[in-house]
């Protein structure tokens, strides 16, 4: 047991002596050389890359009654401005962007419905362009109103579009709205009603 515990204690000393020796070669060790390395960065500007974006004014309107052709009901209001803005350096040749929108039905709290069919657009450009650059869409009457442009915002109905994306750019900014329509039968279920229209912005090539 004894020299067991001797061949420890010895083993020990080695390893603290060890341990020693390297802290004494550390601190006595001289600098032999040095040197030293410049960094440089150029940091440039920030250009803004810039895109083609739409903005809507106002998330909702409301329509009001107003007088309507006997046997029915009409609702008018008006789309909330949307605004197409091109802040890129340069578009793309030979491409066009449009605006749609698309309706969905009116429903009530009470589970009446109101077909999309029975809702109309008649859209306005509001920014100049006077060398047609920019244009609005075609009247979209209801299914109450004679054809053949009476089929409502059921699908996709064009609001604006430019025929070329360049020649729109350098204006920087288009804005257009529509009057808005809704006719119903003049038995049409009481209540409030809500839709929804969906507006999207494209840009495709010719």
């Known amino acids: 047991m004894k020299r ?6 010895v083993a020990a000393g080695v390893v603290g002596g060890l ?4 802290i004494a070669s550390t601190a006595g060790a001289d600098e032999v050389e040095s040197d030293a390395v410049d960094v440089t960065v150029s940091i440039s500007s920030l250009e803004p890359v810039g895109a083609l974006t739409m903005t809507v004014a106002e ?7 107003v007088t309507a052709a006997e046997g029915q009901r009409q609702f008018d209001g008006v789309l909330p401005t949307v605004t197409v803005t091109d802040d890129r350096p340069a578009a793309p040749e030979g491409v066009f962007w449009y605006v749609v929108g698309q309706s969905s039905a009116f429903t009530s709290a009470e589970g009446a419905e109101i077909p999309a069919a029975n ?6 450009l509001l ?3 006077p060398d047609g650059e920019v244009a609005e869409g075609p009247q979209v009457g209801t299914v109450l109103d004679p054809a053949p442009d009476n089929v409502g915002l059921v699908g996709e109905e064009l609001l ?7 020649s729109a750019r350098p204006t920087g900014s288009w804005d257009a709205n529509a ?3 809704l006719k119903t039968p003049a038995d049409v279920a009481p209540g409030d009603y809500s839709a929804t229209i969906t507006l999207t912005l494209w840009e495709d090539t010719y």
């Open 179 to 181: 009057d808005l329509v």
């Open 160 to 166: 604006s579009l430019a025929l070329d994306s360049a």
């Open 4 to 9: 067991k515990d001797h061949v420890v204690r």
């Open 19 to 22: 341990m020693m020796l390297g």
């Open 127 to 129: 920014t100049p362009a």
């Open 119 to 124: 809702f109309g657009w008649t859209p306005h």
């Open 59 to 65: 998330n909702a309107t409301t329509l009001t009654e």
